[in-house]
């Protein structure tokens, strides 16, 4: 069955500390992995999206990596802000006979002042 | 430029009752899709649509229709309203492609009675 696994669940850290999400996912075949994050009550906006040969993608001061042998990604977020208090969601595409979009429950990060 | 636009934002319906939650964009996307959004739990995919004409059934359809007529509209259905169709409603597009972002729209809180 096709999966995204996230950890932790939910996550509080200071204001300006760095922190680091994962995302482990079982889905085959793979397309690409993305990172999106939510805040509350609006739609997801998607972050990073890694392909099958990429190991690394930064978009400011989020940097996602890709370890597709071990079926693993991770969530760097540097210097963190309040504006970062959101939920992080792992979603990784699979495209044969379909294209679906397969979704982690997500992280969710508390940055206090 | 207005992305993907969702209506109505909130409804509140009483068991038995029908609706239809309306989802367009005006990005010219072939890939339009709706989920629901339940708490701990990740999106899921009800419908999708990679083009006008052309919808799928997602891991959780029951209950629900969709048609894609042209390809900006993407209509959502409920056909007899149900307390477990209480949830946050997405429906998001995107171009097909490995590496296409996808847009989500703000969202739809249905709560069934």
């Known amino acids: 069955k096709n999966q995204v696994e996230q950890s932790p669940q939910s996550l509080i850290i200071l204001e300006g500390k760095n922190c680091t999400l994962q995302?482990?996912?079982?889905?085959?075949?793979?397309?690409?992995l993305r990172w999106y994050k939510q805040d509350t009550g609006r739609g997801p906006v998607s972050l990073t999206i890694?392909?099958?040969?990429?190991n690394t993608k930064s978009n400011g001061r989020y940097t996602a990596t890709l370890d597709a042998d071990t079926k693993q990604s991770s969530l760097h977020i540097t210097a963190s802000q309040l504006s970062d208090s959101a939920s992080y969601i792992c979603?990784?595409?699979?495209?044969?006979?379909?294209?679906?979009?397969?979704f982690g429950t997500g992280t969710r990060l508390k940055v206090l002042a | 430029n207005a992305g993907v636009t969702q209506t109505p934002k909130f409804q509140v319906l009483k068991t038995g009752q029908s609706m239809t939650l309306q989802c367009a964009q005006d990005?010219?996307?072939?890939?339009m899709s709706w989920y629901r959004q339940d708490p701990g739990m990740g999106l899921r995919l009800i419908h999708y649509?990679?083009?006008?004409?052309?919808?799928d059934q997602g891991e959780v359809p029951n209950g629900y229709n969709v048609s894609r007529s042209t390809t900006e509209d993407f209509p959502l259905r409920l056909l007899s309203a149900a307390p477990s169709q209480t949830s946050v409603y997405f429906c998001?597009?995107?171009?097909?492609?490995?590496?296409?972002?996808?847009?989500f729209g703000a969202g739809t809180r249905l709560s069934v009675l």
């Open positions: 998001a597009s995107s171009n097909i492609g490995i590496a296409k972002i996808q847009y």
């Open positions: 995302c482990n996912y079982t889905v085959s075949p793979f397309s690409n």
């Open positions: 890694m392909t099958f040969s990429e």
């Open positions: 979603v990784v595409l699979t495209t044969s006979g379909t294209y679906k979009y397969i």
């Open positions: 990005m010219n996307h072939e890939y």
């Open positions: 649509s990679v083009g006008a004409g052309i919808t």
